[in-house]
């Protein structure tokens, strides 16, 4: 593989789909227009991530694959060092605490490299170990440090002290993901052609409350749950979902590259999340017109369009039946639904604005 001269480097933990993931390839492609970049993956090769997450087969911006070593990999570093030297990278952007720690540290062993960090959720500061290796890394690497949401700035300020960071939204691409044709949409998926349709794209882990849902669609009648992920607890939400009775209503679609067909197949998207930083699913299924019910967490209640969304509390499965079958009546009255998801995500959280925001941050960062 050919690497780029100049680049603006995104480093991050592995390519695994995921909300991060999908930001920084989203990023790095949008700043790609303007600039040359490179993405680094600190573990894994280039075979088994195309094998796991087909997207990146599809990928026309440079990425490298650092096959790190379980646990603690010191030697990582000075690779790091020496890939940022013979590319002339022009910065660094890291994205969560790995890749602070090993790229950040690499960084000031390279004269006039520009460095950013980017936080996009603050659990693991939850953590002492991890607090003190951000506080120590951080103090090393010196980077313009930026979180994705106001809620995850306060957390940083109150776990590691110091300035407050610039808060840069999310941002998703408003032309990918746009209205669409909701039969197409459906007989891609092989979902019905008639009756709501209620999607969610998201990991099938335990931190995204799809049981919560499932819950919550026994009192939902009349309406089916388009799941679109992968993940351990797709067995044990399998079971849920058969003791629920509800196994009619619920299509499990495995893992979804195009999520827009999924968001265009739906009336509305739910957001069940136990914890999230600030999700792109939200943002994307805004994009293309569909007015989301989500649970009030994380930054959750900065990306929801106030007057098509509703919020619930979280693991509710009462409270999320609730919001469901209200929003559903409201798009039913209607024929739409209220407010203007989407062009609340055009003022607000474009891939545009997104990527001008870190693209000038890192041209005037100084080392």
């Not at 303007?34 to 990425?63: K, Y």
């Not at 490298?64 to 060092?81: A, F, I, N, W």
């Not at 940022?84 to 960084?107: E, N």
């Not at 990918?176 to 949409?185: E, K, L, S, V």
Request: net charge positive; aromatic share 2%.
């Amino acid at each position: 593989m050919e690497l780029p001269e100049r680049p603006i480097v995104h480093v991050v933990q592995h390519l695994v789909p995921g909300g991060l993931e999908v930001m920084v390839l989203e990023l790095a492609r949008a700043q790609s227009a303007h600039h040359p970049v490179l993405v680094i993956s600190l573990e894994g090769d280039a075979a088994s991530a195309r094998a796991a997450w087909p997207r990146l087969a599809r990928e026309t911006t440079p990425i490298l694959y650092m096959g790190k070593r379980p646990g603690l990999d010191p030697l990582l570093v000075p690779r790091l060092t020496r890939l940022l030297r013979q590319v002339r990278a022009v910065g660094v952007h890291t994205h969560h605490i790995g890749p602070l720690l090993y790229a950040g540290l690499a960084a000031r062993g390279v004269r006039n490299l520009r460095r950013i960090h980017t936080e996009h959720d603050a659990w693991h500061l939850q953590n002492a170990k991890r607090r003190l290796l951000a506080q120590i890394a951080l103090k090393i690497a010196n980077p313009a440090l930026v979180a994705d949401a106001p809620h995850v700035a306060d957390a940083v300020v109150k776990a590691l002290g110091g300035a407050r960071p610039q808060v840069i939204l999310n941002g998703v691409d408003t032309d990918r993901f746009a209205p669409g044709d909701q039969p197409a949409a459906r007989a891609a998926l092989g979902l019905p052609e008639s009756g709501p349709v209620i999607a969610i794209a998201a990991r099938l882990e335990q931190v995204k409350g799809v049981d919560v849902a499932l819950r919550a669609m026994a009192a939902v009648p009349g309406a089916r749950l388009a799941i679109g992920g992968s993940g351990s607890e797709r067995a044990n939400l399998h079971n849920l979902m058969e003791n629920l009775g509800i196994s009619s209503r619920v299509s499990w679609l495995g893992h979804v590259d195009d999520t827009a067909t999924l968001y265009r197949a739906a009336d509305i998207v739910c957001l069940p999340s136990r914890a999230e930083g600030l999700p792109l699913a939200l943002l994307e299924a805004q994009a293309c017109g569909r007015p989301v019910v989500a649970s009030r967490v994380g930054g959750v209640p900065a990306a929801l369009d106030p007057q098509s969304g509703i919020l619930v509390e979280p693991e509710n499965p009462d409270a999320l039946a609730r919001g469901l079958l209200s929003c559903l009546s409201k798009t039913a009255t209607s024929g739409q639904s209220l407010g203007d998801p989407r062009g609340f995500v055009m003022r607000t959280a474009s891939l545009a604005a997104m990527e001008a925001a870190y693209t000038n941050l890192m041209l005037g960062v100084t080392p």
